[in-house]
């Protein structure tokens, strides 16, 4: 396969590594980026995901909690310009569009876009998204949304920076108090920034885990600091980087950011807030949208610059 230097831009803009680094990764997974991205990471050259979706875009990320704190709901709703991002004509939109979304039976996006709109039954929620086009001067898009519920506790909601995160938090909890909703809020701020990608090891399967350890052990392998040393040594830091990356990803494994100690895990914060309650309570989901994430902004003459060095 062709490698071109618009593959190579995304594979840079994505892992932070040089284009050279990226090209041969490139060629050694036939044009793969998921190969690519795993091939870079085993040489070392890169925290892949950590990295990944740094491009940003324009618009909100928004969330809505019903009144009695059962359901959430976020969406995302894309503009052209910072400028049009921060009207008030768009945000009360984005609003809407929100509460649309929270009261939705919809799975997926293009059934929702079919919705009759609440606030006008001769339109869909496309045809809407098209006046407000009209209406705003700008191209638009609703991107994605989320539900989230709670039956047995409570929903709680988290925006950052006027709507560069939105974050929802679910919690079963055997009481909902101020006390609750005040260490919910605050889980939902570790989310929004520490991004975990999973509430506790238990929802991680072992393919995944297997998986790193074939990467962390190759990375180990290639590592000058290893040369000569013996297969159990190697494991040892294989598994001492897994435990590291589980505490990285795991929302309950993480420290928490506002401990005093500097030490107490988000699940040891809320096994303290229930005690001090009386409560039972665990965390069973979250969602995380960063506004923009995965799109590029706009296209620069780039994709010439890697051509150039590449020799194309």
């Known amino acids: 396969m062709a490698i071109t230097a618009q593959m190579v831009k995304d594979l840079r803009e994505m892992t932070g590594c040089g284009m050279l680094d990226c090209k041969k990764a490139l060629e050694s997974s036939n044009g793969d980026i998921d190969a690519a991205i795993e091939f870079l990471r085993k040489k070392g050259l890169a925290g892949a995901q950590k990295k990944a979706g740094r491009i940003t875009a324009e618009g909100v990320s928004f969330t809505m909690i019903s009144k009695d704190l059962k359901n959430g709901v976020v969406v995302e709703v894309n503009s052209e310009t910072d400028f049009v991002s921060k009207n008030e004509k768009f945000r009360a939109y984005v609003s809407q569009v929100a509460e649309q979304a929270i009261d939705s039976n919809s799975k997926n996006l293009d059934d929702f876009l079919n919705e009759k709109w609440k606030f006008d039954n001769s339109k869909t929620v496309k045809d809407e998204l098209s006046s407000q086009i009209s209406v705003i001067g700008e191209n638009l898009s609703i991107r994605r949304f989320e539900k989230v519920s709670s039956p047995n506790g409570l929903v709680f909601d988290y925006v950052h920076a006027g709507g560069k995160i939105g974050v929802l938090v679910a919690v079963e909890s055997s009481v909902v108090n101020d006390a609750i909703k005040e260490m919910t809020k605050h ?62 990803v795991c929302l309950n494994n993480q420290v928490y950011i506002m401990a005093e100690d500097g030490k107490q895990t988000i699940e040891q914060y809320v096994q303290t807030v229930g005690k001090e309650n009386n409560a039972n309570i665990k965390i069973t989901k979250f969602v995380r949208f960063e506004t923009g994430e995965g799109i590029e902004k706009k296209q620069e003459d780039f994709a010439a610059e890697v051509a150039k060095q590449m020799g194309n």
């Open 187 to 248: 889980i939902a701020m570790q989310v929004a920034s520490m991004k975990p990608k999973y509430v506790s090891e238990s929802e991680i399967d072992e393919d995944y885990k297997n998986k790193e350890r074939e990467i962390l052990l190759e990375k180990a392998k290639n590592d000058p600091k290893n040369a000569g040393k013996p297969d159990a040594i190697l494991q040892k830091v294989v598994e001492g980087g897994l435990n590291k990356e589980l505490k990285e």
